[in-house]
């Protein structure tokens, strides 16, 4: 354990970080803020795919990464999860990429890894999934 990241009571894991968090609701972009807020992260919110790869690329050129991205499967009107990781995936194979749906009964869903992502939270969010997801990758070294 490093000292950005702490073992809280024994059930959160809270880390260090910037999350990106692409959905087009403002409800969901607010909750999942404050929840991420309150795991230790910084979120940084994106309205659609397009806007999440621009932001993507912004923090790569910068020289601060995003810690993960989490994205919502579909986006009415805008690109959603399952076309934005594909795009993702060209900018940096390495991309922490978590799927994020209210549609449990989507293939993409099922086989999340056969898409790109690394791990899914259905939504709504629970404060106890999202610990353990983000435990779970920021502990996963890059091959």
């Known amino acids: 354990m490093t000292d950005e990241q702490e073992e809280t009571d024994g059930t959160l894991w809270k880390g260090k970080g910037r999350i990106l968090l692409m959905d087009d609701e403002d409800f969901v972009l607010e909750v999942g803020g404050e929840l991420l807020a309150y795991l230790g992260f910084e979120a940084v919110f994106a309205r659609n795919g397009l806007e999440a790869l621009n932001l993507y ?29 594909k795009r993702l995936l060209e900018i940096d194979p390495w991309v922490k990429a978590i799927l994020s749906s209210g549609y449990s009964n989507d293939p993409v869903m099922a086989n999340f890894v056969e898409y790109g992502f690394v ?5 709504p969010y629970k404060i106890e999934t999202l610990s353990e997801i983000l435990r779970s990758i920021c ?3 890059k091959p």
């Open 139 to 141: 502990c996963r070294e």
């Open 57 to 85: 690329q912004r923090a790569l050129r910068e020289g601060c990464p995003f810690t993960a991205v989490i994205m919502d499967l579909t986006v009415p009107g805008g690109m959603g999860g399952r076309e934005t990781i």
């Open 119 to 123: 791990a899914v939270a259905a939504k």
